[in-house]
């Protein structure tokens, strides 16, 4: 696709991705790097996260770590500030997603879901925000539309995108008088995911979803990315607190339809 940004557009800027090792979240990792950012990115598996940084040029870091783990996202927040200086972007991409019925899911998987996107968020902006406390500075957490229409088989992701989203709220108004803007995506169905391939892995469930988006298909992970940098971007000054829904106009129509006949 076209951007319509230019590639110089976060020249001098510092950005530090979680789960930027795949999917929406490494097009996004990409994109700003393409415009001019240096990219840290953070991933559970080394090898995934060190292939990912290798896509984003010869400045770009790369740290095995799990956000649910406070004290080592603490550490590759600090090692990154050490080298570039402060940082000007935090995307939180980290997430869980599987179906499952609420009866049929166990304690321990709805905890997982809920400690990857919530407390991972909240780890990743606690420990960055001596690092980011300045005018200009962006905060970006990648939630769902599932944080706010109510989805069968996906207990688990409307409480925590509901959670992700409030943080974004919250934060927006107590770090705003330090000059940092703190804002959501979410997305709808989108190609080249693994959330998608769990909730849509057969062609008739992929029909049956396509059918509910107005736009008539799934969106790409570029085009999340170029949401992604228009919200971390100068062109986006003015934004704070706000949720920007990238879904085609699929939440137009819920989701009820979409898992009928499921989680009974």
């Not at 959330?195 to 799934?218: H, K, N, Q, W, Y």
């Not at 170029?226 to 934004?239: D, H, K, R």
Request: aromatic share 6%.
């Amino acid at each position: 696709m076209t951007s319509p940004f230019r590639d110089d557009l976060l020249v001098g800027k510092n950005a530090f991705i979680t789960g930027g090792t795949s999917g929406i979240n490494l097009a996004i990792a990409q994109r700003l790097a393409k415009a001019g950012a240096k990219v840290a990115v953070v991933g559970r598996k080394p090898e995934k996260a060190q292939a990912a940084a290798a896509t984003l040029g010869p400045d770009a870091k790369w740290f095995s770590a799990d956000v649910r783990d406070y004290g080592a996202l603490a550490g590759a927040l600090e090692e990154t500030a050490k080298a570039w200086g402060p940082l000007d972007i935090l995307v939180n991409g980290a997430a869980g997603n599987f179906p499952a019925p609420a009866i049929g899911m166990s304690a321990n998987g709805f905890k997982a879901v809920i400690d990857i996107d919530v407390l991972g968020t909240f780890n990743s902006c606690r420990a960055a925000f001596e690092h980011l406390k300045k005018p200009g500075a962006s905060v970006l957490s990648i939630s769902a539309t599932q944080a706010f229409i109510p989805a069968p088989m996906q207990v688990h992701v409307c409480a925590a995108k509901a959670g992700v989203d409030m943080i974004t709220r919250v934060l927006a108004m107590e770090w705003g008088p330090a000059g940092v803007r703190v804002n959501s995506i979410a997305p709808g169905p989108v190609d080249g995911t693994e959330g998608m391939a769990r909730l849509a892995p057969d062609p008739e469930m992929r029909a049956r979803v396509t059918g509910m988006i107005p736009l008539g298909r799934f969106a790409s992970t570029e085009e999340i990315a170029e949401v992604a940098l228009f919200l971390c971007s100068p062109a986006a000054s003015y934004i704070t607190g706000s949720v920007l829904v990238a879904d085609g106009g699929q939440s137009l129509n819920g989701y009820g339809s979409m898992f009928a006949g499921m989680g009974g």
